[in-house]
């Protein structure tokens, strides 16, 4: 079974923190993708990654930064949090061609900044 | 950009059948996709389906797609109460997820 892990399942920081997620698969996947999730907004894409050390920004990627320095991992940083930034993130990975290219979801992370 | 709609809520009884609909606009899309997510944890893929068909079953489960209409639907057969989640629909292209359907289904 592909497991995709997150290192914390709850966080409390405050305004102004630099903050880091990280997000580890077990499956030798190479894409890898970050989403927050809101009520009623649905999932919405931070960034994802295609390979070691390849970034792409997705539709929310104000605010964020990410780091993929081995394919297992893949970090997403708050540079400077702000209470905008409470969310539920979650973390996904899939394999290139696979079936249906399905996306693995992580338990998320709901990060709470005050 | 690819816009994904479903509706937030859904109410059926237990051992009825929940029809879940959601609509998108990018026509070509090749995968879309059911997810189901339970209180407290990330998101278990139920099923996909290639552009190319207009149905898919899995035990309880079967997907419609009409691609002409871009609608695409997900029918639980006799729903039970572990049936209780938010069911995301999903497109592969852009990566684009409906803001989820939270099912309830009462005794």
């Known amino acids: 079974d592909v497991k995709v892990t997150q290192s914390s399942r709850y966080l409390v920081k405050r305004t102004g923190e630099k903050v880091f997620l990280e997000c580890v698969q077990d499956m030798d996947h190479e894409n890898m993708f970050w989403y927050r999730q809101d009520p009623g907004l649905g999932l919405r894409l931070i960034y994802f990654s295609y390979d070691v050390k390849m970034k792409e920004k997705g539709d929310i990627p104000e605010g964020y930064s990410v780091s993929r320095e081995k394919k297992e991992r893949f970090s997403l940083i708050l540079e400077s949090a702000s209470t905008n930034q409470t969310s539920m993130y979650l973390c996904a990975s899939s394999f290139p061609g696979g079936a249906g290219e399905t996306q693995y979801f992580g338990p998320g992370t709901r990060l709470l900044v005050l | 950009g690819e816009d994904v709609e479903q509706s937030l809520f859904l109410s059926v009884r237990e051992g009825d059948s929940s029809v879940i609909n959601c609509t998108y606009t990018?026509?070509?899309?090749?995968?879309l996709y059911w997810y189901k997510q339970e209180p407290g944890a990330g998101l278990q893929l139920l099923t996909y389906i290639f552009s190319n068909m207009d149905m898919k079953q899995d035990q309880r489960l079967t997907v419609l797609l009409n691609k002409k209409d871009k609608h695409l639907s997900l029918r639980i057969a006799d729903t039970q109460t572990g049936d209780s989640a938010i069911y995301f629909c999903a497109e592969k292209k852009q990566l684009t997820f409906g803001s989820g359907t939270q099912l309830t289904v009462l005794p």
């Open positions: 990018d026509s070509s899309s090749t995968y």
